[in-house]
Antibody, heavy 119, light 109 residues
């Protein structure tokens, strides 16, 4: 069974940083691109970036809305992906999901981690 | 960046009816790169359709996808009570960014 479990959510202060983790099991982690998607309260889904599988070079891509403030990384030995968000803004308040899959789609999703940015 | 526009914003139907949801792209999307998701309140999205028309594992055959170029459709025949949710289309064209449509809320009449 494939499982993705996010952790590290909570209250963040404007201008500070927050790091989320996504621990996976049930997949050959190093072969999978790991994506991060967020959903602001009552809003739709927003893709924010991904890191390619190690066998594809482990390069990263970001949405314009977070480029320069988001850093996605991975530790294949821990089968874990990370999302660090710097210079937090109130509008970064959202549920953050890690997701991955095959066939150019997102088969597997974590349960989501709520990040609330407030002073 | 490819923008996806879904219509209608809200669709009100009754169980047993047929639902047709539209997703229009701002530029052509390969059929390999178009997917549909269902999301219920408090839950993560669930993949329904990938590659425009292939059902994901465990998805009932009342869900079907079609389309090409810039126009894609998700059809749900014979709506069941558990089908009332929000539906998103998503494209994964290369190069990124990947994008989602704004969603269609399917509500029970």
């Amino acid at each position: 069974e494939v499982q993705l479990v996010e952790s590290g959510g909570g209250l963040g202060q404007p201008g500070r940083s927050l790091r989320l983790s996504c621990l996976t099991s049930g997949i050959t982690f190093r072969s999978y691109d790991m994506n991060w998607v967020r959903q602001a309260p009552g809003k739709g889904l927003e893709w924010i970036g991904f890191i390619r599988g190690d066998i594809y070079g482990g390069t990263v891509e970001y949405a314009a809305s977070v480029k320069g403030r988001a850093t996605i990384s991975r530790d294949d030995s821990k089968e874990t992906s990370y999302l660090q968000m710097d210079s937090l803004r109130v509008e970064d308040t959202a549920v953050y999901y890690c997701t991955t899959g095959t066939h150019f789609a997102f088969d597997f999703w974590g349960q989501g981690a709520l990040v609330t940015v407030s002073s | 960046e490819i923008f996806l526009t879904q219509s209608p914003g809200t669709l009100s139907l009754s169980p047993g009816e047929r639902a047709t949801l539209s997703c229009r792209a701002s530029q052509s999307v390969s059929i390999s790169y178009l997917a549909w998701y269902q999301q219920k309140p408090g839950q993560a999205p669930r993949l329904l359709i990938y590659g425009t028309s292939s059902r994901a594992a465990g998805i009932p055959d009342r869900f079907s996808g079609s389309g090409s170029g810039t126009d894609f459709t998700l059809t749900i025949t014979r709506l069941e009570p558990e089908d009332f949710a929000i539906y998103y289309c998503q494209q994964s064209s290369r190069p990124p960014p990947y994008t989602f449509g704004q969603g269609t809320k399917l509500e029970m009449k």
